[in-house]
């Protein structure tokens, strides 16, 4: 069975930095290639959103973190990091890592970490 682990969440005050790391676990061998891997949160109340995402040498960002988060996915295939800088209260919320392979439609989701942003 193969999962999603995330980490580096915590309490920040506002105009600080966090780094988020992802990285799968267990039956990596079965993962195969993904196509891309992506960063989604869900603040209280609300729907989970995208915010960012890297396919091949592609990436995209939502409107409300571009020039402030940078996703970056590293040489080992299965590892994505979101450097988020400049946060704000706005930016609280549960942060989840998600990977996808198209071929066969599978997604894989980490459990979330926490981010808030609070003086």
């Known amino acids: 069975q193969v999962r999603l682990v995330e980490s580096g969440g915590g309490l920040v005050q506002p105009g600080e930095s966090l780094r988020l790391s992802c990285a799968a676990s267990g039956n990596i061998a079965s993962i195969g290639r993904l196509d891309g891997m992506a960063w989604y949160r869900q603040a209280p109340g609300k729907q989970r959103e995208l915010i960012a995402s890297v396919t091949g040498i592609n990436t995209h960002y939502a409107d409300s973190v571009k020039g402030r988060f940078t996703i970056s996915r590293d040489n080992a295939e299965y590892r994505v990091v979101l450097q988020m800088n400049s946060l704000k209260p706005e930016d609280t919320a549960v942060y989840y890592c998600?990977?996808?392979?198209?071929?066969?439609?599978?997604?894989?989701w980490g459990q979330g970490t926490q981010v808030t942003v609070s003086a």
């Open positions: 998600n990977g996808w392979r198209i071929w066969d439609g599978t997604t894989y």
